[in-house]
């Protein structure tokens, strides 16, 4: 696969405040100049942020730039959902990201829809082919899952029913991709699988959050951050070597894209994409 035919995306999430919003626009603007091809949107649990995402999508597009927003179907009804898509396909948004999304607290049921693959069939029955759909995978499994088979036929419903392509939960371990899309290619599975990338900025919350969404840092890894303390500028470094490493052996072995999880900074992705020679 050449170069040009991959995808290399970023993904940002609504910012919730002016203030935020006006340093989304510059980061965002310096992110533009590294020509992605399309910039993701997330979507709060419950549809939290449905009109932020929203804004943020028309603010992206008017900019003359892709925009690819997130449609989460926990605590949504069909008439929410029915009612965003018609708001996207009016402003010519194409291109979604289908997820099954976190019940939020205190929500004791997930609405109409339960699973991503329910979502991805409403959006063709409703729609037809007016969008290309993104949907998530899970190279370590999703923390829920009963057994890895069990997960990864989960991941082969979502394509069955409609999904294009999907984008891979973060991960540090490049083996763990391999192994996944050799499972998939197994089963059948030929659609595009664009792995997802985490800048590392610091160690305490990347640790936390990792531990709850079920991405391994690799014990080599955690080690080195730990003891860098509170030297972030070494953690940094340290972070783009590991990252930038893991990025040219995903690429060297056929990955068709990277998809970069921002949270909405641009100077790490913008070393990384440098670094890569992604433009």
Avoid at 174 to 198: N, T
Wanted: charged letters at 20%; hydrophobic letters at 40%.
């Amino acid at each position: 696969m050449t170069q040009n035919k991959r995808t290399f995306s970023l993904e940002l999430f609504p910012p919730q405040t002016p203030e935020g919003a006006a340093k989304l626009r510059a980061a965002r603007a310096r992110m533009a100049a590294l020509k992605p091809r399309f910039f993701s949107v997330t979507f709060g649990a419950g549809g939290s942020t449905r009109d932020r995402t929203l804004e943020t999508v028309l603010e992206i597009q008017q900019e003359g730039y892709q925009a690819a927003p997130h449609l989460s179907c926990i605590g949504s009804t069909r008439e929410s959902i029915r009612s965003i898509l018609e708001q996207y396909r009016a402003n010519g948004i194409r291109h979604l990201v289908a997820l099954r999304g976190d019940l939020p607290s205190g929500m004791a049921r997930p609405g109409a829809f339960r699973y991503a693959n329910e979502l991805v069939e409403f959006i063709r029955a409703e729609t037809g082919d007016c969008f290309h759909i993104e949907v998530a995978a899970y190279p370590e499994y999703h923390p829920q899952a009963k057994n890895p088979q069990d997960d990864l036929q989960s991941f082969k419903r979502k394509l069955d029913a409609g999904a294009n392509s999907a984008i891979t939960q973060y991960f540090y371990n490049f083996d763990a991709y391999a192994h996944f899309i050799d499972e998939c290619q197994a089963i059948g599975i030929d659609l595009p699988i664009v792995p997802g990338i985490m800048p590392i900025a610091g160690y305490s919350s990347l640790a936390r959050f990792s531990d709850t969404c079920g991405a391994e840092i690799p014990r080599w890894i955690r080690k080195k951050l730990e003891s860098y303390g509170d030297d972030n500028a070494s953690i940094r470094a340290f972070g783009l070597d590991v990252v930038t490493g893991l990025c040219e052996r995903l690429l060297a072995n056929g990955a068709p894209g990277l998809h970069f999880y921002t949270l909405n900074q641009d100077a790490l992705t913008a070393a990384l994409w440098q670094r890569l020679r992604l433009s």
